[in-house]
Nanobody, 119 residues
Framework: QEQLVESGGGLVQSGGSWRLSCAAF????????MNWYRQAPQKERELVAA????????KYADSVKGRFTISRDNAKSTIYLQMNSLKPEDTAVYYC????????????WGQGTQVTVSS
């Protein structure tokens, strides 16, 4: 059964660093593009960072560019989100998303992990 499991959420002070992980199960991981989304209270879910199936290309939301880094380890079927210079506005539930490369489907979501940045 396909499953994405995020981990690493927590409380961090403004200006600090934190890392999230997302492990994939039941997927041919190397054939999936992977994304991190986030959703803050009363806001729509937004794409934060994306990485292609090979890891050869990444993209970021303007709000996190230069502060966040997405990476993947296909041998471990895991992606990471390294978050530096965190701001209170980064507070959100962070979701891992997998999209079958080339075809765009199927798509899978993790359950989300809360990151809270205190000022």
């Amino acid at each position: 059964q396909e499953q994405l499991v995020e981990s690493g959420g927590g409380l961090v002070q403004s200006g600090g660093s934190w890392r999230l992980s997302c492990a994939a199960f039941g997927l041919v991981f190397s054939t999936y593009d992977m994304n991190w989304y986030r959703q803050a209270p009363q806001k729509e879910r937004e794409l934060v960072a994306a990485i292609t199936s090979t890891g050869g290309s990444t993209k970021y939301a303007d709000s996190v560019k230069g502060r966040f880094t997405i990476s993947r380890d296909n041998a471990k079927s895991t992606i990471y989100l390294q978050m530096n210079s965190l701001k209170p506005e980064d507070t959100a539930v962070y979701y891992c998303n997998a999209v079958r490369s080339t075809w765009g489907r199927p798509r899978y979501w993790g359950q989300g992990t809360q990151v809270t940045v205190s000022s």
